[in-house]
C-alpha cells in the first residue's frame, strides 16, 4: 500500500507538468482545473490534518517546486510541526532574488492546503474535498511560483509557503512567521489567496483585499496591474476575515503589510465547509483571469526599487 500511496500523486503529476500551463505566456484555465481538481479529488480524502490524503497533497507540492527548480527555503521543502500528537509541516518553496542588494528583500505569497476532511453527510456524501477553499488558492500559488521560477523576472527573494492547520487556527502559518522572525528575514509583504475560485456577480472589482484600510495595497496592486483588480468588502470587514486568514501571523510578526487576496466573502459561495465545494462548481476563466492581472502587479512588487507597500500610520 506504501509504494501505491507515493506512485499515484506523481503519475497525476507528470500530466499536470507535461501539459502546456502557460498559453502566450498567460496562465491557461485548464491548468489551473487540473491542479485544483486533484488536490480537490477523493483520493485526498479532504486533505485533513494528519491524513493520508494531506500528505498525499504535499507530495504533489513538492514535486511540483522540484520539477520547476524552485529550491526549498530550508534543508528540505518541508517546515515541521505538532498539532497535539500529530506531525504537521508547511511547504515552503524560495525563488532567489536577481538583484545584490534587494534578494534580501522578501515576498512572501501564500496559501493554505489542508481542508477539514469528513464531516456530516449530505445525501450519500461526507467528504468535505475543499476545492474552493483552499484547493483554488494553492493552484493559484503554484502556477504564480512556476511563472517566476521559468523568467526569473525578480530582483526580490520570492519565498512560496503552503501553509498546513489553517483550519485549526492558522497554525501553520503562525508556526512559519515565527520561524521566519527569528532567522531575522527582511520580509517586504506578505500576499495571501484564499477561495478564488468564483467571481463576484455585482462588484467593480474582481477581488477583495483583507484589512483593507490597513495599508495602500490594494492600491498599489491596481496601480502596478493597470486594472481595478482589487478593492474593499464590507462583508469581509465586517465578519474580520483580516485576522481569519493565515496573512495574520506575518502582520502579527513583522508589522508588514500582510493581506490576503479573495474572491469569496461568504456572500457569493454557499458551500464553504460543505460536501459540495467540488471542483466542477469552479470558474477557471475566472480564476486564470484573476491570477494573469495579478503576476504583472506582483513582478512590480518584486522589482522597484523601493518599498512602496507601506502600511498606515506605521
Known sequence: ?????????????????????????????????????????????????????????????????????????????????????????????????????????????????????????VGDDNLANGANDNASGVSGVLLIAQHFAAKKSNKRSILVALFSAEEKGMLGSAHLAKTLKEDNIDPYIMLNFEMIGVPFPDRDYMAFITGHGLSNMSEKINEYSDYNLTGLSEISKERDLFIRSDNYPFYEAFKIPSQTISCSDLSNFDYYHHVDDEADKLDYEHMADLINKTIPAIEAICNTPTKEIKLYNE
Open 1 to 121: 500500500m506504501k509504494k501505491i500511496f507515493i506512485i499515484i500523486p506523481f503519475l497525476i503529476l507528470i500530466g499536470f507538468l507535461g501539459f502546456k500551463l502557460f498559453k502566450n505566456d498567460d496562465v491557461s484555465p485548464e491548468a489551473l482545473e487540473m491542479v485544483t481538481s486533484y488536490l480537490a479529488s477523493e483520493e485526498l480524502e479532504g486533505r485533513e490534518l494528519g491524513s493520508v490524503g494531506i500528505e498525499k497533497a504535499a507530495i504533489y507540492i513538492e514535486a511540483v517546486f522540484e520539477k520547476n527548480n524552485i529550491k526549498p527555503y530550508f534543508e528540505t521543502y518541508r517546515n515541521n510541526f505538532k498539532w497535539s500528537a500529530i506531525d504537521a509541516y508547511n511547504i515552503v518553496g524560495y525563488i532567489e532574488g536577481s538583484d545584490p542588494k534587494l534578494k534580501n528583500e522578501v515576498v512572501i505569497i501564500g496559501a493554505h492546503y489542508d481542508h477539514i476532511g469528513i464531516v456530516e453527510k
